[in-house]
């Protein structure tokens, strides 16, 4: 039921394409799991909580989800398509931000992180990239939650596998220890400070 515009990003879990919900006629982004990773039960039933988990979601400041499905053995899920940058593409492309957008964009994450938390979840991948700015007000969107755990998860991880961004992850789950929504607001800080 959607047609495959345009490839328009690529994560450690999976393909986003731009696309066409021929039922709605609107523009979703459609996030496929990688090939190599769809033959894999870890990965698939990770792929499915990542969906589970942000469609718990429902906050202006969350990109939200519309669908899972499944292919061919390959599963997906359809999301609000948003037009415009991420965080990170904007400080490339401006350099540092005045403090009043830092302030605007901290307050609006921070709320949206407010929402997923409230759900018992923990992102633990906030960064630049996982921060999208819709074109005309910027308004904020957390996307990615491809990381996300529901809190009593995040404290069974393996303890010797570490799923993050360096420069963005708190200590304690640098060091692999159990991570609370405190994790999520040390990125929001590394995130500000960038």
């Known amino acids: 039921g959607y047609e495959i515009l345009e490839l328009i990003g690529r994560g450690g879990m999976g393909i986003v394409y731009k696309g066409r919900d021929r039922k709605l006629e609107r523009l ?7 090939p ?9 039933k990770r792929f ?3 969906a589970q988990a942000a469609a718990a979601v429902t906050h202006e400041h969350v990109v939200t989800i519309h669908a899972v499905d499944e292919v061919d053995g390959t599963p997906f899920l359809v999301m609000e398509y ?7 593409d904007r400080i490339q492309r401006s350099g540092h931000l005045r403090v009043e957008e830092i302030l605007r964009i901290g307050m609006q994450a921070a709320s949206g992180l407010a929402a997923a938390h409230a759900q018992g979840l923990v992102h633990r991948d906030i960064k630049p990239s996982n921060i999208l700015l819709e074109n005309g007000i910027e308004r904020v969107k957390i996307t990615d939650f491809g990381l996300a755990r529901v809190i009593y998860e995040a404290q ?4 010797n596998v570490i799923a993050g961004t360096p420069p963005y992850m708190s200590p304690e789950q640098a060091s692999g220890q159990t991570v609370d929504h405190r994790s999520d607001l040390f990125s929001l800080g590394c995130v500000l400070y960038a």
Request: a neutral charge; proline letters at 0%; charged letters at 20%.
């Open 156 to 159: 069974a991880t393996q303890s």
């Open 28 to 34: 979703v982004a459609v996030k496929v799991l990688s």
């Open 48 to 50: 499915m909580r990542e």
């Open 82 to 88: 948003i037009v415009g940058v991420s965080l990170e």
């Open 36 to 44: 190599e990773l769809a033959s894999g039960g870890t990965a698939r």
